[in-house]
């Protein structure tokens, strides 16, 4: 049974729902949280409603965005031809760090990953391919930018194999990427020399 009272147990069981936050870190962080004046909880919990009212998926790139089309998608500077395809949000965020992509991004939510009953009906697979059958643009690359481990292995393979019959040049990074890596930990000057020598598949 808890001793804390009701109000500051519900919050606790809502930080523990985080990656990596246990019982404990979650009511240090609620206590710190307890410190603050009331306007600051008030903000943080109004950001919080923000988020569930305001943020949206990019109809094009499918990335979390405020307006749709994304900033990046909206953006006339971009090369709408070439389109990079990343399992998350985070490597994206990873690639943009670098400032040597000028094309779009595809976000795919996820790797394929049959372990975790993750099959390709499950990834914005079907968002990419009403894409590229899209005449204007017209796309004449996609970038497979996946994870250097076994479920960017699985994607990739099932991409190229799906992609093969576009007339699109299809290339792959991950030279340079360590082996068994996560895209988003990668330096930014790694991703750059992985994103400058992929290779067609
Ligand atoms: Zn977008």
Redesign the pocket.
């Known amino acids: 049974m808890s001793t804390l009272p009701p109000s500051i147990q519900n919050l606790v069981d809502h930080f523990t729902t985080l990656p990596g936050i246990g019982p404990k870190t979650a009511e240090k962080l609620v206590f710190f949280l307890l410190r603050r004046a009331p306007k600051d909880l008030h903000d943080f919990g109004g950001a919080l409603s923000h988020l569930a009212d305001n943020v949206q998926l990019?109809s094009?790139?499918q990335?979390f965005?405020d307006q749709d089309?994304?900033e990046?998608?909206s953006n006339p500077r971009r090369d709408q031809t070439t389109i990079c395809v990343v399992a998350d949000p985070l490597d994206l965020l990873a690639l943009e760090a670098t400032h040597n992509f000028r094309g779009?991004?595809h976000v795919l939510g996820h790797n394929i990953n049959p372990l975790e009953g993750i099959t390709p009906n499950d990834i914005r697979i079907r968002e990419l391919i009403q894409r590229i059958e899209k005449p204007d643009p017209n796309t004449r690359e996609i970038i497979l930018a996946l994870d250097a481990n076994n479920e960017g292995e699985t994607t990739a393979l099932y991409l190229a194999r799906l992609l093969k019959k576009y007339p699109i040049a299809l290339t792959r990074i991950g030279k340079g990427l360590p082996m068994g890596s996560d895209m988003e930990y990668a330096d930014s000057v790694t991703l750059s020399n992985a994103l400058e020598g992929r290779r067609e598949i």
Do not use: E, F, G
């Open positions: 990019c094009r790139c990335n965005t089309p994304c990046i998608c779009v991004y």
